[in-house]
């Protein structure tokens, strides 16, 4: 009897730890996010893949705003959810919601360290402070 309950036990002890926990689905959506914006930065400054290039469209606001100037991409409208998880779409979503700073960025290398550093704070947002 004693054994059989173990087995029971171990049985449900490796289907739970095979499956991911919040926190990584977090860092993975967030490596997924951070993958979009690097290959969005690629497009927009080195029209590199062309096919990726033409997907993107640059916001050009109807009236003179202050934003104008902060470089976002126009999100096209779908009609299926399925339709948001396309480049076209999530791409201009998770571009506009960068920093200004880092939609700024003017090479790769400095891009991509701000947006590691931007997904990491959003992943763990703790305060640094604690570690000392």
């Known amino acids: 009897m004693c054994q059989k309950r173990d087995v029971k036990h171990q049985l449900t002890n490796s289907s ?5 926990s919040n926190n990584s689905i977090g860092f993975l959506l967030n ?14 400054h080195t029209g590199r893949p062309p096919y990726l290039y033409n997907l993107l469209q640059h ?32 791409a201009p979503r998770v571009w506009n919601s960068l920093s200004v700073g880092i939609r700024e960025s003017q090479s790769l290398p400095t891009c991509r360290g701000h947006v590691k550093t931007f997904y990491f704070q959003s992943a763990y ?8």
Not at 16 to 20: A, D, N, Y
Not at 31 to 44: H, R, V
Not at 81 to 89: P, Q, Y
Request: charged letters at 10%; aromatic letters at 8%; a positive charge.
């Open 31 to 44: 490596g997924i996010y951070g993958l979009n914006s690097i290959l969005t930065f690629k497009a927009l």
């Open 16 to 20: 739970t730890s095979s499956l991911p």
């Open 125 to 132: 947002p703790f305060q640094l402070s604690h570690l000392a």
């Open 59 to 90: 916001h050009e606001p109807t009236r003179s705003l202050r934003s104008s100037s902060s470089h976002h991409l126009s999100v096209p409208r779908h009609n299926l959810k399925f339709g948001s998880h396309a480049f076209r779409s999530s």
